[in-house]
């Protein structure tokens, strides 16, 4: 099993991932969650959601946050050192194999990590595995090709077309978010509460920060490295779709619409 994460650890990767925050990425899962829970943070990137989830839980409960490689994990190390936050343990690990013992948590929670795993669903049974009786189970995946934006630009249908040939090629499923429940379902969960929420980018401040992050990943990022060596864009292709993704971002009414699928399932 691979599990590539197709994005890798640009600068215009973590400049997204550190704007996240447990209240605009995991607020379906905040309402079960209460002070003295065991929690288990798969593929937490650098950090920002598992802190916010650190404080929720503490100062008795605690979290354990997992990350593919330890390089990975030095940036949550590194957000929790910011923060001063002394709950969290760190842990190196693969979601489809964990090496962590049968029932060790109250809740198991990935956000965004589904879409890059080649078997999901073995992934959520581990998940299901490490989690006590009767605990939660959440992901939460974005659904690519349920993106939408206004207005039309043929950059973004272009850099759509490029990334979703990037992830399959990484047997990854980038329109993770409408399968999660399907997914829950086969890896044996029968109490799943299944729901959506989006990201939206419209004002001004808002446009110049989601456009311009994608357009330096696009032709800075392992995506465009993958990009051009699977034969699927040209550099001179990515650098268009980047100036797509700025012109995007200058117009006064664009606006920018994130899908994310989201489960909660009962172990």
Do not use: K
């Amino acid at each position: 099993m691979t599990n590539a994460y197709t994005h890798g650890h640009h600068e215009s990767v973590l400049r997204s991932h550190r704007w996240r925050t447990a209240e605009n990425s995991a607020g379906y899962l905040l309402p079960r969650l209460h002070p003295g829970m065991h929690l288990l943070d798969v593929g937490c990137g650098p950090g920002t959601i598992t802190m916010d989830l650190a404080e929720v839980v503490g100062p008795e409960g605690r979290v354990t946050a997992l990350e593919r490689t330890a390089d990975a994990l030095d940036l949550a190390r590194a957000e929790a050192d910011a923060r001063g936050t002394t709950n969290v343990d760190f842990v190196v690990g693969n979601v489809t194999d964990l090496d962590l013992g049968d029932d060790s948590f109250d809740v198991v929670h990935a956000h965004q990590v589904l879409q890059h795993v080649d078997d999901p669903v073995r992934a959520l049974r581990e998940m299901r595995r490490v989690c006590r009786a009767g605990g939660t189970v959440a992901a939460r995946d974005s659904d690519y090709s349920a993106f939408a934006w206004f207005p039309a630009t043929a950059g973004l249908d272009r850099w759509l077309e490029v990334y979703l040939q990037v992830a399959r090629a990484n047997h990854a499923e980038p329109d993770a978010g409408r399968r999660l429940l399907s997914w829950a379902r086969d890896a044996g969960f029968t109490d799943v509460t299944a729901g959506s929420s989006t990201w939206c980018y419209a004002s001004p401040t808002d446009r110049a920060w989601w456009g311009g992050l994608w357009a330096d990943r696009i032709v800075e990022s392992a995506v465009a490295r993958q990009a051009v060596e699977g034969g699927f864009a040209t550099p001179a292709e990515l650098a268009e779709i980047a100036a797509g993704w700025r012109r995007w971002a200058e117009q006064e009414d664009g606006w920018f619409s994130v899908l994310h699928g989201e489960v909660l399932a009962r172990a």
